[in-house]
Structures are given as structure tokens and as C-alpha cells.
């Protein structure tokens, strides 16, 4: 069958990787894709925000399977969009409706969502601008580290954690005075929790649901998890930390709960869940969902997934998951992010791209990259490449990520040197 993947990004890219491998995939198409997708099938110059093009698009070439690799169009109403349009609600669709999809589109309606069915996340009151002087009362009567988090969608960075009151304060009023535009509107100021982070994707069909890799991944620009915070510098898949006890616990706490939550609430989901998750002395709490694969975990997470990406997917849409099996490689795998100067402050574009060609023993997953010619790729994003390798043990699948990020190179390239950094790697 035909299948449409939206999306740009390296995350879109590894998706594209696994999904053209698969004999159940016909053709296939990404909207609008990078250079690096290209490779994997046909690229579509089409605007996410524009859902009459993309169903102009489904139409045209025949599509039967649309995957959406970003959150934006889904918490906009592109499945509803579907659903509801004559013509497009038979094509198969991996992503939730627009009210499912606010468990990343609001972090308030997240927050109320896990205090209803009794999973564990950090302690939390939302403020608007209505609320400063009662915003004001309420941080002064926490203990630093505060935890500000703009509500709605800030592109991975309206997440900002302070040490001084005053300063959360004065954060705290820049952020609903439009820091990260309407996103901010709303401020939920959350407890600091102390623990390590890890990521766990689930599929599911609405009722049954099945885990992929786990992975972790490193959010901070700078060496040490300094910096402000950016879409991911780096990943790894397994995190040696997350032992079978651990994901007992995030089974039975979090993952059970958060579909018995969606099924109470008749919510319409057959697609990803991400679950951002922190281990507190061995007990997980949830830090954020998302209603769709994350970046730069995808990439660590499809290296190492075994079974065919198109029948997993086929049977969520179908309802059918329950008896599926993941198979997964056995050996570690690690992303290493090469970004843009300046990211995730202002960056140039157009930087000529060179050593792709001289990658050894890893695989390269585009993001912010263009065709310029036939010959030349240039920079076109923040994030413009990931690094991902395979090795017997973390350290060595960094080694040779690490070895090849050296052998590519533009202006202004930066990636972390760090990355696993806090995890026993050999």
C-alpha cells in the first residue's frame, strides 16, 4: 500500500528507513521531507498546516496509510480532519484526534488527566495572567529547584527550570506576557524532581498496546546538561538503569492507567504514546506525554526495532495489536546530534554539508538539511543531522558515533561530546 509520512526531521527520517524496508509498503511519500529522505522515497513540498493539500496529496497519489511524525497537525485536528472528510475516512491513520492529543497539546489538561487516574507525576498548580499575585504567593512558598512549563506547544523549549524565586518570578511573568507566544498563555509551575529521565514509546490500538525500545535522551546544549534546553542532542537505547523491576512499575503505574484513562474518557487513539518519565529512586513518575515517537530517540529506538515497522502500524489502525510481538536487536545503539551555530538561539542556514559519503559502520538520519543541487546539501534547520550506531556496548556504539560526526562537517557545526555521559557505558 501506498503510505504518506509527515514530517521533516530526522525522526521522519528513521521512520522513512524502516517503513520503505517493508514489503507491505507500495509507494511511499514524505511531507516535506529533507535531503535525507529522498533516499528513502518521494519527497512532497507540502505545508503540515495546510490540510486540504494534504488531502489533495492523499487523493492524488493513492494513499492508504498517512503516519504523522510531529505533534503540531495532531493536535490541530488532522485525524479528525480525516475522519470526518467522505473521501478520506477508509485511509489508515497513526495518530490521536485533536482531544486525545491535548495530553501534549496542554500540559494543565496533561496534568488534571494523570491526577483523575492516579499516576504518579510531580506536584502542580497551572497560573494564567489573571493569577500573578496568587503565581506570586505560590512560589514563594516552594523550594528551589521550580519547575515553569508553557502549556501549550513551544517546539520543545518552554521548559525552564530555576534555582531562585525571584528569578522564577520574573520567568514566570515574561512567560505569560508571550515569551513563547500563546504556548505560554497558561503556566503550569511544577515540583522539581530529582531522578534520572527515560523515555518509553508504546503503540496502541486505543486498548491494547505494545512497548518499543526504551531509550534516554540528552535535552541540554551543553556538555554536563548545562545550557538551555533544545529538541535533543543525543540519545541512547538501552539505558542500563531501566531494569526489568523498573518497567514493571511503569506498566502497571503509569502505562495500564493512562489507556484505562483513554478508554473512560472514549478518547480516539491508535498511534503513539511517548511517555517522558524521570526514576526517583527507582519509582517512575511521568514527566510530560506526547502523542507521537520523540527526537532524537526515534533514531536510536528504530535501530533497534526488529519486527516490521507497517504490520505493527497496520494493526493498531486495525485494533489488532494485542497479539503482536516486538522483536528487538540486542545490541546498544546511540544518536549523536550535529546542530546548527548558535542553536538553539539564532542560527544561519545554507552551510554546504560535506563528508556524508565517508560515514563508516553508522547510519546518518537528515533533519535540517536541503538539496541544493545535484551535487551539494546544504543546512536548513537548528538540528541538521543525527549519528546513530550500533555497538556491543554503549560506549563502543558512542565511539562510532563519535568518530563519524568528526568526518562531517560544516560551518558552525556543534554536537555534544558528552553524550551517556551519566550512564555505567561499558
Known sequence: MNVLLLGNGAREDALAWRVSESPLCGELFIAPGNAGTERRGTNLPLDLSDFNAI????????????????EEPLVRGLRDYFRTDDQ???????????????????????????EEYGIPTAGYRRF????????????????PPIVLKADGLAAGKGVIILNDVGEAKRELNAMLDGKFGEASATVVVEDFLDGIEFSVFVLTDGKS????????????????????????MGSVS??????????????????????????????????FIFLGLIAVEGEPFVIEYNCRLGDPETQTVMARLQTDIMQLLLEAVEGDLSTAVIRMDQRQAATVVLVSGGYP??????????????????????????????????????????????????????????????RVSFEGANYRSDIGFDLETA
Open 345 to 406: 538561539g539564532p542560527y544561519e542556514k545554507g552551510k554546504t554539508i560535506s563528508g556524508l559519503d565517508d560515514i563508516q559502520d553508522s547510519m546518518i538520519f537528515h533533519a535540517g538539511t536541503r538539496r541544493k543541487n545535484k551535487q551539494e546539501i546544504v543546512t536548513n534547520g537548528g538540528r541538521v543531522l543525527s549519528v546513530t550506531s550500533y555497538g556491543d556496548t554503549l560506549a563502543e556504539a558512542l565511539e562510532k558515533c563519535y568518530a563519524n560526526a568528526r
Open 88 to 114: 478520506l475516512k477508509t485511509v489508515y491513520f497513526i495518530g490521536p484526534g485533536r482531544e486525545a492529543a491535548r495530553l501534549e497539546g496542554s500540559k494543565a489538561y496533561a496534568k488534571a488527566f494523570m
Open 128 to 143: 494564567t495572567a489573571d493569577d500573578r499575585e496568587e503565581a506570586a504567593a505560590y512560589l514563594d512558598s516552594r523550594t
Open 55 to 70: 488531502r489533495q496529496a492523499v487523493l492524488d497519489h493513492k494513499i492508504k496509510l498517512v503516519i504523522c511524525g510531529p
Open 209 to 232: 498496546y505494545r512497548i518499543f525500545p526504551v531509550a534516554k535522551d540528552y535535552k541540554r546544549i551543553g556538555v554536563g546538561d548545562t545550557g538551555p534546553n533544545t529538541g535533543g
Open 238 to 271: 538501552h539505558p542500563p538503569f531501566v531494569d526489568p523491576d523498573l518497567m514493571r512499575k511503569v506498566e502497571q503505574r503509569i502505562i495500564q492507567p493512562t489507556l484505562e484513562g483513554i478508554q473512560k474518557r472514549k478518547l480516539d487513539y491508535r498511534g
